[in-house]
Every structure is written in C-alpha cells, then in structure tokens.
C-alpha cells in the first residue's frame, strides 16, 4: 500500500504506510478494552497496586489504550533506528524505516555480508528494544503509587512489551533479528548463500508453526507475520542465490545488443508508429537518434493522441524523455534491483561513451539464471548469452 514520509531521524526517512493508519486505532482500542486484564497482572507480577476502578472509568481505558500504541510504535521505531545506525557505522546505506501494520521495516540497500558484522546489526535492534522495556521498568518504579495510576500503567504496558518484542524478534525466524544472527553464524565457517539458504528453512518452519498456533488461536496478527516471515525468507533466499550466481556477470553478458532490438526515430509519425505496433506486436521502442537513446514511447503514449492528428504527430512530441537506463559493465545484479525498485520490466543500456548499447529485461536476467544454474556455473569468459531478440510485454517496457 502507499506510505508517506512524516519526518526523519539521523537523515533516514521515517515512513508511514496506510495500513499502519488503520491499525493503529484498532490496537489503541484492543489494549483499552482490556485494561481491566492488564491492571490485574501487573499488580500481581510487579506489585504495582494499580487502581482498577480510576482506569477502566469512562473514555479513560481508551486514552490510555491510544498513548500506549502510540508509544509502543514509537519504540518500534527507535528499534529499528538501533539496526540502522548500525549498518551505516558499517557502510550500508539505508533507504528508509517503514512504520505498517506489523511493526516497523528498515529498507537496508544491502546487508553485510561479513558475519560479525551482520550479528551486530541484527542484535542492535533487540537491544534498543530491551533498553527501553528497563528505562520504562525503572520509570514505573520510580513514579509515586498516589495519583498516577494512568502514567504507571502505560510505563508498565511498554516496559513489558518491549522486552517481548525483543525476545519475540531474537526467535530464529528468519529474516527476522534471530534469524539474521542464525545467517551469520551459519556463514561462520560456509558461503553466504549457503547459510542463507539453510536460515530460510528454518525461517519457513518457524512460519509454518506460527500459523499453526495462530489458526489455533484465532490470532489474525500472528497467521499474518507467520505469512510476513514465509514470504521474506523465501525472497531473500531467492535475491541471495542470485546475488552468488551473477558474481562477476555483468550486463552487457546478458543484455539484448543494440543490433538486434528494434528501435524508432524522433521523427517517425504517431501514425506510422501504431502501424509498426501492430505489425510487429510490440507495446514499446526505445527511440534512438545518431545512435543515442533520447527516450521512450509507448502504446499508451500514443493512444493520447487523437486519432485525426497522428498523421502530424511526431514520435519526439508524446515520447516519454526521462528515460532510466544502466551501464554496460554495471553488475547483472545491480540492473535487476534497479529494475525492482523502479517496477519496470527492463532498461536501456548505454556504453562508456553514452551510446546506445542494448536492452536488459527481467527475461534476460532469468533466463541467464536458469542458464548458469543448469550448468552449474558460469561460462568463464564466454558471454551467457540469452538468444534471440524480445518482444516486450506491456509491463516490461521501459520508463
């Protein structure tokens, strides 16, 4: 869903996504509505002589219940604030914090793949998370019994539920905090990818058991990280096998080469372009002039113009300029995540001097995938090539 920037902290953006905006009320109300149940552990467990009758009274449970998510989700944050100051003292850039409805995610650009270092970035966060349960523990020691019943309680509400947190991420469910520290420790004395592969297992096991307990349980937010922790374990394991397979491939090994994509001039009419689309059933062209990519067209482009006028029409007037490409000798690798985060299909390639050099698409990179994983490595220094030249689909034209 969409999120939007709400500020930032150590020039990492803070984001909030959608569904966090609608969870939010809802756990503000689940922890109001149970207040009573709260009050009666804590004044069993911490001997904290809560009153019952002052915090259940009136709209007082659902103040509380707002100021504790509120607070809950601010430690999430600062948990994982934990993990990315971390990564940067180790060099790995991050993008963002992603506040949604399952917590917090740290969109880290690459996590580092020295074990000792990723150790520390996975425990930062649970460490954060437990230094906060204390100060919040100390804090309700430390405020008078007498009238301050409601802040006691919310210092008790997160003293616990930051330590939980932080034992529940340390549980090895990778990609979570445990299972990261598990990856690290695997790839002590194996490759990476190995280790990582062996992590997802466990990670995927642990999902399967979540999801169990939660159908068991009707627990909708525990089927719901379960389904969180499958996925993520399963997509990393995937980007990490890649990442071992494409070491050393670079673009131009894999692209389609100039000479065999089909392209279109700036002056080519509006017209003349539908025709050839219809031809040669393609959806989008690269538009080349003097060997040099200067944009992008596409059918809805053309679709734009009506249709008594794309005899006058040029290509160049409804052609989309902005056009991201990529680097002949940049990594294979590289070229996908640019691919992924952009949500297109493919790239053009230019060369050292700027020139045209091909296209790369998500086709081309599976298919050397495939190519190299039947082989069982890669073609030293022989091109994998990837054969005949594409028709791109609606999705993987280039923006």
Request: no cysteine; proline share 5%; hydrophobic share 50%.
């Amino acid at each position: 869903m969409r999120s939007f920037t709400v500020g930032s902290a150590f020039g990492i953006p803070i984001k909030v996504d959608l569904t966090f905006l609608l969870v939010l009320p809802l756990l503000a109300w689940l922890i109001g509505s149970q207040i009573g149940q709260y009050v009666t552990q804590f004044n069993a467990l911490l001997g904290a002589n809560l009153d019952v009758a002052a915090l259940t009274a009136g709209s007082t449970p659902f103040v509380l219940g707002s100021i504790a998510a509120i607070g809950l989700f601010a430690g999430v944050v600062l948990h994982e604030l934990g993990h990315s100051l971390v990564a940067m003292r180790f060099g790995a850039p991050i993008e963002s914090i992603t506040l949604w409805f399952l917590g917090g995610v740290a969109q880290l650009t690459e996590m580092p793949e020295d074990w000792k270092q990723e150790v520390a970035v996975a425990i930062a966060g649970p460490i954060v998370s437990v230094a906060l349960g204390v100060l919040s523990l100390v804090a309700f020691l430390l405020v008078p019994a007498e009238g301050f019943s409601a802040a006691r309680f919310v210092l008790g509400y997160l003293a616990v539920l930051n330590i939980a947190l932080a034992i529940f991420n340390l549980l090895p469910g990778f990609p979570m905090d445990g299972g990261r520290v598990l990856r690290a420790l695997l790839a002590r004395n194996r490759p990476h990818a190995q280790a990582t592969k062996t992590a997802a297992k466990v990670g995927q096991f642990f999902a399967v058991l979540l999801a169990v307990i939660g159908v068991f349980t009707v627990d909708v937010f525990l089927i719901a990280i379960a389904l969180f922790i499958y996925i993520g374990a399963s997509s990393e394991s995937q980007q990490t096998t890649m990442k071992a397979a494409f070491e050393g491939v670079r673009v131009r090994d894999i692209m389609t080469p100039a000479e065999e994509v089909r392209a279109v001039s700036p002056e080519t009419s509006v017209a003349e372009l539908l025709d050839r689309m219809f031809r040669e059933r393609h959806t989008g062209y690269p538009v080349l002039e003097d060997e040099e990519i200067v944009g992008v067209v596409t059918l809805s482009d053309a679709r734009d113009v009506r249709e008594v006028e794309r005899d006058a029409y040029r290509v160049e007037e409804v052609m989309t300029e902005d056009v991201m490409t990529t680097g002949a000798d940049s990594e294979a690798m590289t070229a996908m995540n640019t691919m992924q985060s952009a949500g297109v299909g493919r790239l053009p390639v230019i060369d050292a001097n700027g020139a045209f050099a091909g296209l790369i698409s998500r086709t081309d990179v599976m298919t050397a995938l495939n190519i190299i994983q039947s082989s069982g490595s890669r073609q030293g220094e022989t091109e994998v090539s990837t054969g005949t030249p594409r028709r791109p689909d609606p999705e993987e034209t280039p923006r």
